[in-house]
T-cell receptor
Framework: DAKTTQPNSMESNEEEPVHLPCNHS???????IHWYRQLPSQGPEYVIH???SNVNNRMASLAIAEDRKSSTLILHRATLRDAAVYYC?????????????FGQGTRLTINP | NAGVMQNPRHLVRRRGQEARLRCSPV?????VYWYRQLPEEGLKFMVY????????ESGMPKERFSAEFPKEGPSILRIQQVVRGDSAAYFC?????????????FGPGTRLTVL
């Protein structure tokens, strides 16, 4: 599995946008970029995924660099409930159903 | 619309006892994954099962650990002769089909404490 690099921690204020970066310089052409998050004392939950184009859903937006070597998860208006560890994960699109390989993730703190 | 269910939520065992962790996937999902999260560490994959078959067990310790996903009933992760190092949160996830982009839905986890 290709490796991803994320900052260990980030801090933001409530109701402000948050940009969570992820570097994946060794990404292959068939790797999808997935984001999951884990709230305190809970199991991980899916946030968003994309391949080449930017993606939006009700939770967040995913901005993917043109060379696909990095991506940014955008929370448009952070709430206290968004405090969690965010994981950027690559999944090979040619391999079918497969395990998720979690790195250390970014611990996001939201200040009221 | 029930999500992934795991039970028990908390399990306490003494060294040498057996631990059985159960996972009921989302209705209609036939793929189950088990992950372990040791204290203050990240999530690590253990095993991936489809109905009655183990597909990938590359993350399972070679001894004492086993998993099954029978045709009927929940998936079971079994740990024999538990040791203190087995204390962790064990998460189960399920997905619907074989696509690599298919979302994995996680349960709330079972927190195992070995005394």
């Amino acid at each position: 599995d290709a490796k991803t690099t994320q900052p260990n921690s980030m801090e933001s204020n409530e109701e402000e946008p948050v940009h969570l970066p992820c570097n994946h310089s060794t990404i292959s052409g068939t790797d999808y970029i997935h984001w999951y998050r884990q709230l305190p004392s809970q199991g991980p939950e899916y946030v968003i995924h994309g391949l080449t184009s930017n993606v939006n859903n009700r939770m967040a937006s995913l901005a993917i660099a043109e060379d696909r070597k990095s991506s940014t998860l955008i929370l448009h208006r952070a709430t206290l409930r968004d405090a969690a560890v965010y994981y950027c994960i690559l999944r090979d699109g040619t391999q079918g159903a497969q395990k998720l390989v979690f790195g250390q993730g970014t611990r996001l703190t939201i200040n009221p | 619309n029930a999500g992934v269910m795991q039970n028990p939520r908390h399990l306490v065992r003494r060294r040498g006892q057996e631990a059985r962790l159960r996972c009921s996937p989302v209705k209609g999902h036939s793929h189950v994954y088990w992950y372990r999260q040791l204290p203050e560490e990240g999530l690590k994959f253990m095993v991936y099962l489809q109905k009655e078959n183990i597909i990938d067990e590359s993350g399972m310790p070679k001894e004492r650990f086993s998993a099954e996903f029978p045709k009927e009933g929940p998936s079971i992760l079994r740990i024999q002769q538990v040791v203190r190092g087995d204390s962790a949160a064990y998460f189960c996830a399920s997905s619907r089909d074989r696509a690599s982009t298919d979302t994995q839905y996680f349960g709330p986890g079972t927190r195992l404490t070995v005394l």
